[in-house]
């Protein structure tokens, strides 16, 4: 049994992982001898927060508990949470009247927001609350009357649910070429925002586009790519300066697990996008020395350790850690679920 930071006790998620060791032992002219782990990697305190509140919802009103869209982006961590009673759903329709739902880690719109209360939901809302700061400037830029340009990739959960707060005045561009295209109703009223997930270096050439084009271009005050996005992705650049072959440990639809596959890429690896273990393919590693493992924000560190003993079962003695920076941060659990907590201890 392990407890979450807010001391309820949880199935553990990690320790479910597979052990793909034999399948991928073919027979290619191996030369590794180390491995290169990136620091910090994987789960971001917005991911850890958005788990703990399905767990916790578990815990306090029993299964089912329903979870509009993946909670996070991961295939393990969102097979693991049905397997104890979380149902995924799409669309809010879906949600039984007066049932408990849980809004996902990338956030949604105030029109889904409103389904929910007009079905008579119980609503605990586990979006990141450096997606909810997004979500604010949008509507404080709407109430200034601007133009808002969101940077993004469309159809992403965050884009949409970001876009549903002011979605008469805001704009997604998803590149250079839109950004020198995009045309607003007052140049000198505008302001940029970004989804949380993106490179961040793309993201500064679109900025500095949309910056010469609206020399009076607002912005937020702080950075909208969030710290757990940029510290993967300095980390994963540490890691291209020796590792040959970079693998990235996410789903496919992680959008900071592909950004780290493209920094990667960018900083001189080759690099792969891989759900678990079982997906390496030993050809990749031919007369490769150094290997470099790393994990979006939504993968769980027993899929990093699944890859390490998959090498380490090959031979390979070296594993090392390159720290870039210390991550200390925490988010409180969710109002509604805090309150749900105090009053069920009233209770006992
Ligand atoms: Fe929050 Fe960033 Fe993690 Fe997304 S990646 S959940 S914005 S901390």
């Known amino acids: 049994m392990i407890l979450t930071r807010w001391g309820q006790s949880v199935s553990i998620i990690a320790g479910e992982g597979l052990l793909a060791r034999e399948r991928a032992i073919k027979r290619v002219d191996m030369k590794l001898?180390?491995?290169?782990?990136?620091?910090?990697?994987?789960?971001?305190?917005?991911?850890?927060?958005?788990?703990?509140?399905?767990?916790?919802?578990?815990?306090?009103f029993q299964a089912p508990i329903y979870v509009r869209r993946e909670i996070v982006h991961?295939?393990?961590?969102?097979?693991?949470?049905?397997a104890k009673g979380a149902v995924f759903v799409d669309q809010i329709d879906q949600v039984?009247?007066?049932a408990v739902v849980i809004f996902s880690a990338h956030g949604v719109s105030p029109e889904v927001r409103a389904r929910a209360q007009?079905?008579?939901?119980?609503?605990?809302?586990?979006?990141?609350?450096?997606?909810?700061?997004?979500?604010?400037?949008?509507?404080?830029?709407?109430r200034e009357r601007r133009s808002i340009i969101l940077v993004g990739h469309a159809g992403h959960d965050e884009i949409v649910g970001t876009m549903g707060e002011a979605p008469e005045c805001t704009q997604l561009v998803s590149s250079v070429e839109e950004a020198e295209k995009v045309q607003v109703a007052d140049p000198e009223r505008v302001?940029?925002?970004?989804?949380?997930?993106?490179g961040v270096d793309d993201?500064?050439?679109?900025?500095?586009?949309?910056?010469?084009?609206f020399p009076k271009l607002v912005s937020p005050a702080s950075d909208d790519i969030?710290?757990?996005t940029q510290n993967r992705q300095s980390a994963v650049k540490l890691l291209a300066k020796e590792a040959e072959v970079i693998l990235v440990l996410g789903s496919d639809n992680s959008s900071n697990s592909r950004r780290l596959r493209e920094v990667a890429e960018m900083s001189g690896a080759r690099a792969y996008l891989i759900e678990d273990a079982w997906k390496i393919d030993p050809g990749w590693f031919e007369k490769v020395q150094c290997v470099g493992i790393t994990a979006g924000a939504s993968a769980p560190e027993h899929?990093?350790?699944?890859?390490?003993?998959?090498?380490?079962?090959?031979?390979?003695?070296?594993?090392?850690?390159?720290?870039s920076v210390e991550e200390r941060v925490t988010f409180n659990p969710p109002p509604e679920l805090a309150r749900a907590m105090t009053n069920r201890q009233t209770v006992e």
């Open 33 to 60: 001898k180390k491995l290169l782990l990136a620091k910090p990697r994987g789960f971001c305190a917005g991911v850890d927060r958005a788990i703990d509140v399905v767990h916790m919802a578990l815990e306090l």
């Open 203 to 213: 993201t500064r050439e679109i900025i500095e586009v949309l910056r010469r084009r």
């Open 191 to 198: 302001a940029v925002t970004t989804q949380t997930t993106l």
């Open 226 to 228: 969030c710290y757990a």
């Open 96 to 98: 039984p009247e007066g």
């Open 74 to 82: 991961n295939k393990h961590v969102i097979e693991s949470l049905a």
């Open 303 to 323: 899929l990093v350790q699944d890859v390490v003993a998959y090498f380490k079962g090959l031979g390979v003695e070296q594993v090392e850690e390159i720290e």
């Open 118 to 142: 007009a079905k008579d939901l119980r609503v605990i809302d586990a979006t990141c609350p450096l997606v909810t700061k997004v979500h604010m400037e949008a509507v404080r830029f709407a």
